[in-house]
């Protein structure tokens, strides 16, 4: 069994900073992605960044170029460091896990960007 646990979330004001982290503990398989996912009230889950054990990434286009992902593959640890935020990135964010076919996710935190 694998659990995630998020924390960093919170409300800031539009233009700033937040980093989330995300760590996993349980039987974890060495080759997974790690990743963050964020649903707005009303809308479907989307992806936000993802990164593999090898350290390959991926960024939803709205991101780019503010959202930076990163892991630290011995603790187990995938984080997402949120810049420039805009009032359009509030949502609750997801962390996930993909490995051996299967699909593992925490219980989201929640990011709030307003003045």
């Known amino acids: 069994q694998v659990q995630l646990v998020e924390s960093g979330g919170g409300l800031v004001q539009p233009g700033g900073s937040l980093r989330l982290s995300c760590a996993a503990s349980?039987?974890?398989?060495?080759?997974?992605?790690m990743g963050w996912y964020r649903q707005a009230p009303g809308k479907q889950r989307e992806l936000v960044a993802a990164?593999?054990?090898?350290?390959?990434?991926n960024y939803a286009d709205s991101v780019k170029g503010r959202f930076t992902i990163s892991r630290d593959n011995a603790k187990n640890t995938v984080y997402l460091q949120m810049n420039s935020l805009k009032p359009e990135d509030t949502a609750v964010y997801y962390c996930?896990?993909?490995?051996?076919?299967?699909?593992?996710w925490g219980k989201g935190t929640l990011v709030t960007v307003s003045s």
């Open positions: 996930n896990l993909k490995a051996q076919l299967r699909n593992y």
């Open positions: 349980g039987s974890i398989f060495s080759i997974n992605v």
């Open positions: 990164i593999t054990s090898g350290g390959n990434t």
